[in-house]
């Protein structure tokens, strides 16, 4: 006979294999379930980047003993009945086989645990061996202990990447879990120093600010679409913080951390022609939707969705970026006008009758570098302040009645004598063009293709020698913890 029945121990041991990749698997699957059991407050211990031990505690709903015991038996659960449940997953875990699958390829599998009117138990698995015995634990919650991964499959755990590596994906993986749940309070500790410690906040960029600092938060604006069965609020990233890396894209589906082309290619879209080519925006996006319109699973780690109606996700996704990117874009494009070109406000006054600008005789000489300007009174408009600039950037005599103007033409000297540029100000927009005038024209430089043309000519002429500079003031940059480390272990 060919066909064979596998014994348990290895069917355990291949399930496994698809929940379990790397020690950052296990701390997924543990802050879910705890997530899960209304903690308000989660701990993550990690030593040795998890090779030997991670610990997961709450302050849950807890479990009794007979609950504990089954927690290692494969696909046992408290969170669906029938088939007809997974239609309409409201939890993050639902399958009941994380615990069984990480303690079957884990030297020591721990559950200490007490729930309301119940008496704490530990339970214990080592070597496929299930054991309890009484807890001293007073409060209600659990938690467990992973001794030893992958101790059980050497094949597993020479394929593990280095500790610097492994801590990076289980960093990044605490983030993916912990950051949508704002009412809870979050620590992740590596090697007994503590990495992050995410206090319960009313404001996602509280909580942005408590990772990144800030640079990321303070450039970060909201926008938001719902309709009867979608709801997408967004927090999407200024030109000031494109990326050179994908590293600040987060897509949240009712709160569940998830990889989705469809929203990403919507997004990319959204932001096209407001970033430039080589950088990629920072984006977190929370979606709220129908569960019944969503299918999260389809990834033996939950790691993807397939939504009932991509087309319509796309579409609105795609429109909210663009349209609040483009409010974004006016509002600083405006805001970089009123900044670059104003006049002294005690040389312009306006009457609350008309929008127009009434200059004095007395008026600031408009030559040198200064440039030209345009008044910040609520008496005069945008459009009188372009066409006051126009009539100086033509040089024209200014005696106008139509525009209350007195200026004469000698007293403007609006052109360099070493030059045709005019001398105006320039300004940026979208954080990526400067705007100058020339000759009755507009200019518009990417400043990007100006500074690596800048870059290779000085590089150019300095081949064969090496110059260095050491900066009067250090600047500060942000890491996250784990790109400290990195940094730490490479600082020779």
Known sequence: MKIHKLPQELIDLIAAGEVVERPSSVVKELMENSIDAGSNKVIVKIKDSGNSLIEVSDNGIGMNKEDALLAFVQHATSKIND????????????????????????????IDTRSVNSEGVIVKRINNEIKSEESLKSDN????????????????????KSGSVEFKHISQTFLNTSLPFLNIHFELWHNDKIVYKLTSVNNFLDRVFEVWGKNISSNLFEGMYASNTLKVKGFLGSTNIGRRSNDMQYIFVNNRAVSNKTIYSAVVEGYRGFLHKDLKPAYFLFLEIDPELVDVNIHPRKLEVRFNDSSEIFRNIYTLTKKKLEEESRSLFKSNIMDNVNLDSSDIKGTSNDNNFKVTDNYSRLSGRGGVYYSKSKSGSIKDAIDFSRLLIENKDLDSTDNDLNLKNEDINIYDSTNSFLNIRPFQIFNTYIVIEKDNSIIFIDQHAAHEKINFEKLYKSLGRVNTKPLLVPEVIELKQAEKDIVLESID
């Open 141 to 160: 919650g659990t938690t467990i202990q992973i001794v030893n991964l992958f101790n059980k499959v050497p094949a597993r755990k020479k394929f593990l």
């Open 83 to 110: 088939i007809n449940d997974l239609n309409s997953i409201n939890t993050l875990g639902f399958r009941g086989e994380a615990l069984a699958s990480i303690s079957s390829v884990s030297e020591i599998a721990l």
